[in-house]
């Protein structure tokens, strides 16, 4: 009966874990807009975000657009949203076990706000442990490419 870590913190850890095995999900990053807007805004805000647009956009019984309600990119909460399976009702509940076609919960909304807060942690922290070269000195002028070009998405490929 010495566990250090609460159940919310095991759950976080055990569904990074699982999303982690699926290729699609772990395809996600937050790009160098996403970063710094993230910096930009602070944790707190960034946090807030995350309640008010899981509360609009999944939160309802039966949310407008549902499976195509979260944009692929312009908020770092966004691409959280895909990385995480907390994109839509379809993956939430697939995902995460919450029935659909019922209004989802405070508690249910607070618990998924944090699995995103927790993938934004990551990302943020190894974007500042190794800080990506290609993109952050060298080859800013020579492509000519935009880095906010919004079909850019540099990391993985
Ligand atoms: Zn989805």
Request: proline share 6%.
């Amino acid at each position: 009966m010495s566990q250090s870590d609460d159940p919310e913190s095991r759950w976080i850890d055990d569904t990074l874990d699982r999303l982690s095995h699926s290729d699609f999900r772990a395809r996600f990053v937050l790009n160098t807009h996403d970063r710094s807007y993230a910096d930009g805004k602070g944790r707190d805000v960034i946090s807030r975000h995350a309640r008010e647009l899981l509360r609009s956009r999944v939160g309802d019984a039966h949310p407008v657009k549902n499976g195509r309600q979260t944009p692929w990119r312009g908020h770092p909460v966004f691409t959280a949203q895909h990385a995480t399976a907390t994109c839509c009702r379809g993956c939430i509940a697939k995902w995460h076990g919450i029935p659909q076609g019922r209004e989802l919960t405070d508690q249910e909304i607070s618990r998924l706000a944090d699995l995103v807060m927790a993938w934004i942690d990551i990302q943020m922290q190894a974007s500042s442990e190794q800080p990506d070269a290609r993109s952050a000195q060298s080859g800013r002028k020579r492509s000519g490419r935009s880095p906010t070009s919004p079909d850019l998405n540099p990391t993985l490929f």
